[in-house]
């Protein structure tokens, strides 16, 4: 039987997932976070020769070059903090109000 199968008929009887389907979820959300930190490494690269602000400067081109360094690290710092917000609310709201993070820790 399917896991999808298997988890819309537990849902049908009220009964809950079986532990593997709880450790293929965690693995799965695992890798998603990883992708997202890995997505935002790409755009903004911390190498020793190329800084955030110097990255940022470079993806977006003559869009941003009227901002300062400090405006500049402003909305970096305001774009980080909003994406962080965005993915622990709809994680909250796929998870009945807890991040992954907190599902795991109540598992682990």
Same mark, same amino acid.
């Given at each position: 039987?399917?896991?999808? %199968? ?13 532990? !593997?389907?709880?450790? #293929? %979820? ?16 790409? =755009?903004? *690269?911390? !190498?020793?020769?190329?800084?955030? =602000? ?12 009227? %901002?300062?360094?400090?405006? %500049?690290?402003?909305? *970096? ?18 998870? #009945? ?12």
């Amino acid at each position: 039987m399917s896991m999808q %199968l298997q988890l819309t008929k537990q849902k049908e009887l009220g009964t809950p997932a079986p532990i !593997n389907v709880h450790r #293929n %979820l965690r693995e799965s959300l695992w890798e998603q976070r990883g992708s997202l930190e890995t997505t935002l490494k790409t =755009i903004f *690269l911390t !190498n020793k020769e190329e800084s955030r =602000i110097q990255t940022a400067r470079r993806i977006m081109g003559d869009e941003i070059a009227m %901002l300062s360094d400090e405006e %500049l690290q402003i909305y *970096l710092a305001e774009f980080q903090y909003l994406v962080t917000a965005w993915v622990d609310e709809y994680e909250k709201s796929v998870f #009945n109000g807890k991040t992954i993070r907190e599902v795991l820790q109540e598992e682990g």
